[in-house]
């Protein structure tokens, strides 16, 4: 999860990223899209994101999944073509989330979206199970709601998705810890109601070790149940005619995803899918997030990556596509018109920052103005530090920043930090004061400087 950070240290500093991303300077550059090829790669979002939710609607598709700590929190991402992707809104801003820890690997977990009874919804996960809704995934999202459980339901736990049966009749796929794995329906409130199925028996073996993210698809009369093993990997399949707590009237299928036989593969662990969906020519697709393996490579840091599958059914089992380094083909669905790249530059002249910034807690959101000084953003720390973050989200790219600071000590810094997923620092890249103005980097614990 590398994360590209604009961070003043020590100081009230003005900053703009002129050109962070050269390649996309220029709108209406046809280059800047993608050639209509017939084939992907994956992963289809490089980056950190984590247990991926799925809905299409019409000729849309939205996804939804953990944001962590990093806020305003839950982007929704939205795509026609479900190879590229680019974020619309969020659903959690900081300035309604005083409910939320924000520290790392803390924040929200989840998002979960859905669209149910005419509105579109999001449940999460932060200190209990809550939703926002809206009436378009544009936004504006309500007020985030907790929902209340009793006895019978017990603790709603974390992972949890939404699935809606044919009927229009949306259910809760409850997890908690490794051995509950419930069902229960929901009201037009949103709500819990109805009595909870208890399917505590999936996992009382640790058969699939915590059994956690399941989401829920249904097919020829078949209820499909589909829980991840942990965050490592494992993805798992049982099927039912009926939504009972009686096992005897499910079966278990075993692995989803058919056995990796590319060497060299780096995504060989695919999980936390989203529910399958179908498209209008019959074919069969997923999301799911994987942790790149490579001899020596920090795994923390790259993140859960999530990558695209089709999935193949023979008679009523399904299979995922195992990883491949391969194109595949694409999903036969309009071209979505979105850069292949989604890092984006910004010239910081407008009146609100773009979608795809971050703040890595909930202070460093009040710290910044685009308002100072027309076409900068300025950070004004309230402590010892203010920053705006954006996460990788592409394959390769460079970054192009212009600093104003006026340095007058060693405790003064401003410029470009780069980090991993637990925030060690991996390039800093500032101008500060040592014996004069300097332009600094440090990079693998050396540290060379230039006078400016």
Same mark, same amino acid.
């Given at each position: ?244 707590? &009686?096992? #005897?009237? !499910? ?6 995803? $058919?056995?990796?036989? @590319?060497?060299?593969? *780096?995504?060989? /662990? ?10 209008? &020519?019959? #074919?069969? !697709? ?6 790149? $393996?490579?001899?020596? @490579?920090?795994?923390? *840091?790259?993140? /859960? ?10 008679? &009523? ?33 407008? &009146? ?101």
């Amino acid at each position: 999860m590398r994360q590209f950070i604009l961070r003043g240290f020590g100081l009230a500093c003005l900053l703009m990223a002129g050109s962070m991303l050269r390649a996309q300077q220029g709108a209406e550059d046809s280059s800047l899209f993608y050639s209509r090829v017939m084939t992907y790669a994956n992963p289809v979002l490089p980056g950190d994101h984590p247990d991926p939710t799925l809905i299409r609607v019409g000729k849309d598709f939205y996804h939804c999944g953990s944001s962590f700590h990093f806020n305003p929190y839950l982007p929704v991402y939205h795509s026609t073509d479900l190879v590229h992707w680019e974020v619309i809104s969020r659903v959690v801003p900081s300035s309604r989330a005083s409910f939320v820890t924000d520290r790392p690997s803390a924040g929200i977990w989840q998002g979960a979206i859905t669209y149910f009874y005419g509105s579109y919804w999001v449940y999460f996960s932060a200190g209990g199970q809550w939703f926002s809704k809206a009436s378009s995934p544009y936004g504006p999202w309500s007020e985030a709601v907790k929902v209340k459980t009793n006895s019978a339901t017990g603790n709603l736990g974390y992972d949890n998705s939404i699935f809606v049966d044919d009927n229009g009749k949306p259910y809760m796929v409850i997890k908690n810890m490794q051995k509950v794995n419930r069902l229960q329906a929901l009201g037009q409130d949103g709500r819990l109601t109805d009595t909870v199925i208890n399917l505590d028996w999936i996992n009382a073996g640790l058969q699939y070790s915590w059994a956690e993210g399941p989401v829920m698809c249904k097919r020829n009369g078949y209820y499909y149940y589909f829980p991840a093993g942990d965050v490592s990997g494992g993805q798992y399949v049982l099927r039912t005619r009926e939504l009972t707590s &009686d096992s #005897t009237k !499910w079966e278990r299928l075993g692995d989803f995803f $058919k056995p990796v036989t @590319d060497s060299k593969v *780096g995504f060989r /662990r695919p999980n936390h899918i989203a529910a399958p969906l179908e498209l209008a &020519d019959g #074919t069969w !697709w997923t999301i799911g997030q994987s942790y790149e $393996k490579y001899p020596d @490579d920090d795994w923390s *840091g790259t993140g /859960r990556q999530t990558s695209l599958f089709p999935v193949v059914w023979e008679g &009523d089992r399904p299979w995922g596509m195992a990883p491949v380094t391969t194109p595949i083909g694409l999903p036969r669905l309009s071209n979505s018109r979105i850069s292949w790249r989604s890092v984006q530059g910004d010239e910081f002249d407008s &009146d609100s920052l773009g979608l795809w910034w971050h703040f890595l807690n909930r202070i460093a959101a009040q710290e910044y103005s685009l308002s100072a000084r027309k076409g900068w953003i300025r950070l004004t720390p309230s402590g010892d530090r203010a920053h705006v973050v954006q996460k990788e989200t592409d394959h390769y790219y460079a970054a192009v920043t212009r600093v104003e600071a006026d340095a007058v000590d060693t405790a003064d810094k401003a410029g470009i930090l780069l980090t991993n997923g637990n925030q060690h620092e991996i390039v800093r890249l500032y101008t500060g004061f040592d014996d004069g103005k300097k332009i600094i980097l440090k990079i693998d614990g050396q540290e060379r400087s230039v006078a400016e």
